[in-house]
């Protein structure tokens, strides 16, 4: 009897507990099949309206014996916001659209130029429960010709499709990457300017290509999506002012203290090739000058190289026996890095975007909030000078030799 | 007598003076006012809350030499009746005031944020039954919730600050002195009214927290903990936001577990720490309530808490219904409140208490000379 009574409190406890997450339903339950998930939101200029928002959708199963699919809809429809699409497009489907799976918004290149991008994004985001982590993309075209091209064979697996941008974002750095929150942020912080990955649409993956432009970035390429990502958008505040190339976004990146890893081919003056998968060791430190007229500043970053390829055998011993680069591909990669991060660094100061985060480092300098809004440092970007300090150290040697 | 008060533990006592100075601290002020010319929040709110706790010191001094087992018995002490009454009336208002601007603000992230279909009168129809409910059932319920709800609170908190982790940067927290030194004080002196009726509510529930020896102890207790709260949460928003960007949030905590942009499984942590910063907040709120109306009842001598408790709480309300509807009375009121408030606060508490410590003073005085003209 002792025991009951001791034990009566806890079971007591015990019991209201568990019946407790009876009381745990929706209130206003919903079955899955009444919403459509959107996928992708694609923002164009409209033809009779202000804006076209194309929504790809992901809702329905096909099963058959040998394979089950997820088949794919593009739904677009016109409108002066982007609610008043939603409700256009709502008018004409036997569901509701559902966001909280949305990975990307696709915008075009008209809509980022012309600074529209912030009128559509004053909309409260949170009424459409977007996750702010959906990744931003800048199309060199139509964001509806973008999306279209992302329709690969029989299937699309749209979170595939999230996870390899973000693969080639840190493994190769061809391609840039930000999402909503991070580009709000920079619009309203002022220390640094958005960068996002620019994709394109090259038609000529099934026949000839019939003009430059349908290409991949210059190279020819048969088969895969028609849509691709590569290089970078730039902006300025909201404004799109200018892009990058691939290669361009790598040194971006290293210049960012963000490049994980870019395979560069070099040849020495024997003749000989070797690759070099370079990328930050560490954090870039950078020193600000503000005492003269200008804005200069000195970069100083550690770059470690591994060793891919190299066709001389005798070199690649000499390596692993000293442990670090020959000194004339020490100063050869140097060289190079030296001078591409310059070329980048000033083609973005040129175009009036901060890719570099410059404000970042300058607004360092100033003690109060008065003297840091007085130097007013957005008017001063033009007169930003760098240099750059860089040194290589040889992280490791992984290479197949071929017989001199 | 069925004022409700019991005698609670120390631990129990330090969870409710912590939750209630935190949510104060950390919810109430204005965004805009805080942040628009630089952050320096982790250097004013600490020092606010030192300033706050600095007018309960003397406080309770001057009701330990008064011998005074609470704050209207001080008040009476040295006021006499009806000037204890006045003052405790004026101290009522102040608080409700305080109490009504703190649950405003869950009001609207509830209506603006969750539940965008409900109307606001309903929220705050809910929130009336929790505060009665809590107020009336006394000072022994009050804080054996906030015992409970304090270890879920606070592991919460640390969550949400360890999972934005990755947000953080340095630069975001410069310029570090943000408006300079003399801003920085004002709004230091401005804020002592985020942390004065959780002090105060302490001085008129002293009896409860078994006399103002131990009442002192767990008040140190508690400004320990807040100070470290309110430091550390305020320089680690600091180190999310730059200052331009928070000052235009509404409540910036709620979106930190959000400003990480990347995706894990606590990005939704920011509607979890919601419901228990409501939970808290409707704590701090019954807390307040409960001692406002203990004031009163022992000012007009009433013998049961729960008339006070229910009219306050339905006045609470009534502020926040009337400012969310922008009357104008009830808004420039509250501004008023909220821009003087800590000398509205601190004055007359200082004054009844220099008054107790001078009149003990005389007395002990005029007991010595007899004691010494007996022998």
């Excluded at chain 1, 970078?232 to 505040?237: E, N, Q, R, V, Y």
């Excluded at chain 1, 290293?254 to 990328?279: C, E, H, P, W």
């Excluded at chain 2, 960007?245 to 979106?255: E, G, H, N, S």
Aim: hydrophobic fraction near 45%; charge should be negative.
């Amino acid at each position: 009897m002792q025991i009951f009574k001791r034990i009566k409190k806890p079971v007591c406890f015990l019991l209201i507990l568990v019946n407790t997450l009876s009381l745990c339903s929706c209130l206003g339950a919903v079955s899955l099949e009444k919403y459509g998930y959107v996928l992708t939101i694609g923002l164009d200029t409209g033809k009779r309206y202000k804006y076209s928002i194309s929504f790809l959708m992901e809702n329905e199963v096909e099963e058959s014996e040998q394979k089950t699919a997820s088949k794919i809809n593009i739904i677009t429809a016109e409108g002066d916001n982007i609610y008043d699409a939603i409700y256009i497009a709502e008018s004409g489907l036997p569901y509701r659209l559902n966001f909280s799976r949305t990975n990307y918004i696709v915008i075009s290149y008209e809509i980022a130029a012309n600074d529209e991008i912030m009128e559509l994004f004053s909309t409260s985001w949170a009424m459409l429960k977007l996750r702010t982590s959906a990744n931003m993309i800048v199309a060199n075209a139509t964001a509806s010709e973008f999306i279209e091209g992302l329709n690969y064979s029989s299937s699309v697996n749209a979170t595939k499709l999230e996870s390899n941008l973000i693969d080639f974002y840190e493994n190769e750095g061809l391609s840039s990457m930000m999402s909503i929150t991070s580009f709000m942020s920079a619009i309203e912080s002022s220390r640094y300017d958005a960068v996002l990955p620019l994709g394109g649409t090259d038609t000529s993956v099934d026949s000839p290509p019939e003009k430059d432009s349908d290409t991949t970035e210059g190279s020819e390429r048969k088969g895969g999506m028609i849509s691709y990502t590569l290089g970078a958008a730039l902006f300025s505040d909201s404004v799109l002012c200018g892009v990058l190339s691939g290669r361009e976004n790598q040194i971006l990146l290293l210049i960012q203290g963000k490049l994980k890893g870019s395979v560069i081919q070099f040849t020495r003056a024997d003749g000989t090739k070797y690759s070099v998968r370079i990328g930050n060791a560490e954090l870039p430190r950078i020193k600000v000058d503000l005492s003269g007229d200008k804005i200069r500043l000195h970069y100083s970053l550690l770059v470690s190289a591994v060793l891919e390829q190299d066709n001389s055998s005798k070199v690649v011993e000499k390596m692993r026996k000293e442990g670090k680069l020959t000194e004339d591909m020490d100063m050869q990669i140097r060289e190079f890095l030296h001078s591409a991060c310059k070329t980048v660094f000033e083609q973005c100061r040129d175009v009036g975007c901060d890719a570099a985060g410059v404000g970042k480092s300058v607004c360092k300098e100033f003690k109060t909030v008065k003297e840091w809004e007085e130097f007013d440092f957005r008017s001063r970007l033009s007169d930003v000078e760098c240099d750059f300090d860089i040194r290589i150290e040889l992280a490791d040697i992984y290479v197949s030799t071929y017989p001199e | 007598m069925n004022l409700r008060e019991g005698r609670v533990g120390n631990g129990e006592c330090v969870f409710t003076l912590v939750i209630s100075l935190c949510m104060s601290g950390l919810f109430v002020f204005e965004s805009i006012d805080a942040y628009t010319h630089g952050n320096s929040t982790y250097i004013s709110l600490p020092i606010a809350c030192i300033l706050a706790f600095s007018v309960f010191a003397v406080g309770i001094f001057a009701m330990t030499r008064s011998r005074s087992s609470d704050l209207c018995a001080m008040c009476s002490y040295a006021l006499g009746k009806t000037g204890a009454a006045v003052v405790c009336v004026f101290i009522i208002v102040i608080i409700l005031a305080c109490i009504s601007t703190l649950l405003n603000k869950f009001l609207n992230v509830m209506y603006s944020y969750f539940f965008q279909d409900a109307s606001y009168y309903s929220l705050a129809a809910f929130f009336l039954a929790v505060l009665v409910v809590f107020s009336c059932m006394g000072f022994e319920t009050v804080n054996r919730a906030a015992k409970v709800l304090g270890v879920v609170f606070l592991a919460t908190h640390i969550l949400l600050l360890v999972n934005s982790f990755s947000s953080y940067e340095t630069y975001k927290i410069y310029p570090i002195a943000g408006d300079g030194m003399k801003s920085m004080l004002r709004f230091a002196f401005e804020s002592g009214i985020l942390f004065l009726p959780g002090f105060v509510s302490a001085l008129i529930t002293a009896k409860g927290m078994h006399g103002t020896h131990n009442t002192s102890r767990i008040a140190v207790k508690a400004l320990i903990f807040t100070v470290i709260i309110c430091t550390v949460t305020q320089l680690l928003l600091a180190l999310s936001y730059p200052y331009d960007d928070i000052a235009k949030l509404y409540m910036p905590l709620y979106r930190m577990s959000m400003v990480t942009g990347e995706e894990n499984f606590l990005v939704r942590l920011d509607k979890i720490s919601a419901f228990i910063w409501v939970a808290a907040a409707l704590l701090a709120c019954s807390y307040y309530i409960y001692s406002a109306s203990l004031l009163y009842c022992r000012s007009f001598r009433q013998v049961d808490i729960r008339p006070a408790s229910c009219s306050l709480s339905v006045i609470v309300i009534m502020l926040c219904l009337l400012s969310h509807s922008e009357k104008r009375g009830a808004f420039s009121w509250l501004n008023f409140v909220g821009d003087y408030g800590t000398l509205l606060l601190a004055v007359p508490i200082i004054a009844v208490s220099v008054i107790a410590i001078i009149k003990s003073c005389i007395q002990r005085s005029s007991l010595g000379e007899v004691g010494h003209a007996n022998i």
